[in-house]
């Protein structure tokens, strides 16, 4: 089932049309009423009339996460305060939180993208949802909840924590729907089978799961354990909330961006060059209908690809592919980036197993030098040294092949990486440069 | 008619050796046979122990990965050319041996080697066909 037929299916040319006359209107707006846009706008020499086509886009400067710290908390803001009815931020987890605000028709269309988004995940009316999102200064569960409610499926405000109240409500209210981060379900799943209830017994069809980066594998499990089909939701608060892409139930396969609010770009991280479709590169996103809090290319530091293939669905707006990771992780080892999940990745390929690794790089004379530390376990280990080289071999020989980059890998004990709070540190960059 | 050995992976560090013995040691497990291969980055610690389970688990609750595998033990005359009679005799088949090291403990008048071969079946059979005398579990331990 499809939201807005109009417009999410609506045919490439008519789309672009929309998109340009709306990005001319942001820029115009930007350029007037926000002061970091309107000198950094001047500084590359462009004024709003130069944006005469789509791909003048590329001729504006990026905006980065420093630069809306740097303007915290209200600078970035495009209207007066009268105008703001809502205010979100980041956890700031990661440094100084980000403010983002929005006016009556900002949440209106929140709402209706939101609705959108949980009809292509499997909702429709007469649905129960169980919105297992925080509610507070972050974006997740406000955003599900109002989309809900415009779509008019009923939605019980559970927010996140005391999970074992949570299951009860689960068997008692009979929700059909759960919307929550993929690691909090699996935890759900975990209490349910504590207290002796199953999810075979529950009534629920869909999940939408985002907030956090997940893998086809924890799909797998989530739709395993939970017994649901279940569907990825992509959203920053920078550029909105939850609701900037959607995973349809047909073809779980990418999320649809809603391209007549957002203009998606992939970029190389380190040229900041604009790269074609199929690429993988940092997402980057200019808002073009927001008014409270809009946003000029702005790096989202994911990395995806973008894919415009037709989709089984019917909705004719491109899709990004799952977020393999973060920009700021990225390495360039002689002249390639190489990004620890694509490391990750080859990794599983080659032996089946997500084994703990560590990416270190030196510098000896003049050449980088990449080795990938990758922690033994039992199905890695043999009792034959040759075995051992063999392995340390064939991971590096699909490092090369499917990477470029050569890269020594080093078998080591369980636990000989270093990790903070459980997490192991990805990356040991010992060049001076 | 095989015997199980253990096998630790271990990183090519000073100290790391007594770091296992000192497991083991704790963990009230004998070590009857030993031998290390190692890399110029790692080495793997073979071992035949009085009881496979306590020291497997004691160098697991450790962090350490282990391994177990089935070799052969076989008696070995103590004498000149007592392993090499034995050698020639797997000389002509496809049976290679991956490794191999001594038993501590004599049998009388014969030394006891843990064989490693890639196919221990073929070449219990070759051995005992031509009159060397593989050794059981049970009569490792007795000895």
Known sequence: MIYNMEYETMPREALEAIQLRRLQATVERVYANVAFYREKFKEAGISPTDIRTLDDLRRLPYTTKQDLRDNYPYGMFAVPMDHVVRIHASSGTTGQPTVVGYTARDIQTWAQLMARALMAGGANRG???????????????????????????????????????????????????????????????????????????????????????????????????????????????????????????????????FEDHFIPEIVDPATLEPLPYGSVGELVFTTITKEAFPVVRYRTRDIC???????????????????????????????????????????????????????????????????????????????????????????????????????KVRLVEPKAIARSEGKAQRVVDNRKL | MQVEQISVFLENKSGRLSEVTGILAEAGVNIQALALADTSDFGV??????????????????????????????????????????LEILKDTDINVEYMYAYVHHTGKHAVMIFRFDNSEAAIKVLTANGVSIITRERLYAI
């Open chain 1, 127 to 257: 649905d129960i949802i169980h919105n297992a999102y925080g509610y507070g200064l972050f974006t997740g569960g406000l955003g599900v909840h109002y989309g809900a409610e415009l779509l008019g499926v009923s939605v019980i405000p559970v927010s996140g924590g005391n999970t074992r109240r949570q299951v009860m409500i689960m068997k008692d209210f009979g929700p059909t729907i759960i919307t929550a981060t993929p690691s909090y379900s699996l935890h759900l799943a975990e209490v349910c089978e504590e207290m002796g209830v199953s999810f075979k017994d529950l009534k629920f069809k869909f999940g939408i799961f985002g907030a956090e980066p997940w893998s086809e594998t924890m799909r797998g499990e989530i739709e395993r354990k939970l017994n649901l089909t279940a569907v990825d939701i992509y959203g920053l608060s920078e550029v909105m909330g939850p609701g900037v892409a959607i995973e349809c139930k047909e073809a779980k396969n990418g999320l649809h961006i």
């Open chain 1, 305 to 407: 690809s973008l894919n415009p293939e037709p989709c089984i669905c019917g909705r004719t707006h491109l899709r990004m592919s799952r977020v393999t990771g973060r920009s700021d992780d990225m390495l360039i080892i002689r002249g390639v980036n190489v990004f620890p999940s694509q490391i990750e990745s080859v990794l599983i390929d080659t032996e089946g197993v997500t084994p703990h690794y560590q990416l270190v790089v030196d510098r000896e004379g003049a050449l980088d030098v990449l080795t990938v530390k990758v922690e033994i376990g039992e199905q890695l280990f043999s009792d034959e040294v040759k075995k051992l080289q063999a392995t340390e071999k064939r991971i590096s020989k699909n490092i090369k092949e499917l990477l470029g980059v050569t890269a």
């Open chain 2, 45 to 86: 610690l073979r071992l035949i122990v009085d009881d496979n389970e306590k020291a497997a688990n004691a160098l697991k609750d450790n962090g350490l990965t282990v391994g177990r595998t089935e070799v052969v033990a076989v008696e070995v005359e103590d004498r000149p050319g007592g392993l090499h009679r034995l």
